[in-house]
Nanobody, 122 residues
Framework: QVQVAESGGGLVQAGGSLRLSCAAS????????MGWFRQAPGKEREFVAV???????YYADSVKGRFTISRDNAKNTVYLQMNSLKPEDTAVYYC????????????????WGKGTLVTVSS
């Protein structure tokens, strides 16, 4: 079982950048597809980005071209670089393992962290 802890959230103005980190425990981290999800106030949790254990990446259309997901298996860490932030990116961001299905469907596993809050002011 993997445990995760997200960090790096904060308050930023529209157009700004943030880098989120997800530190994971577990010796099998490198074999997991890992992703980021977010939940805005009053909305359901949604998929943001995933990076497979083979380093393939997929993004939600809403963040494509602005966000970049990466991983460092030596550090058991997944990152989400967020640029050109918009007020609609305001949410609690969570990382998790991901099941990747075809056609592209990304289902989270069951080891949610506490998340990290990102607030983008206009």
């Amino acid at each position: 079982q993997v445990q995760v802890a997200e960090s790096g959230g904060g308050l930023v103005q529209a157009g700004g950048s943030l880098r989120l980190s997800c530190a994971a425990s577990g010796r099998t981290f490198s074999t997991y597809d890992m992703g980021w999800f977010r939940q805005a106030p009053g909305k359901e949790r949604e998929f943001v980005a995933v990076i497979s254990w083979t380093y393939n990446t997929y993004y939600a259309d809403s963040v494509k071209g602005r966000f970049t997901i990466s991983r460092d298996n030596a550090k058991n860490t997944v990152y989400l670089q967020m640029n050109s932030l918009k007020p609609e990116d305001t949410a609690v961001y969570y990382c998790n393992g991901v099941h990747i299905y075809v056609p592209p469907r990304f289902d989270p596993m069951d080891f949610w962290g506490k998340g990290t809050l990102v607030t983008v002011s206009s």
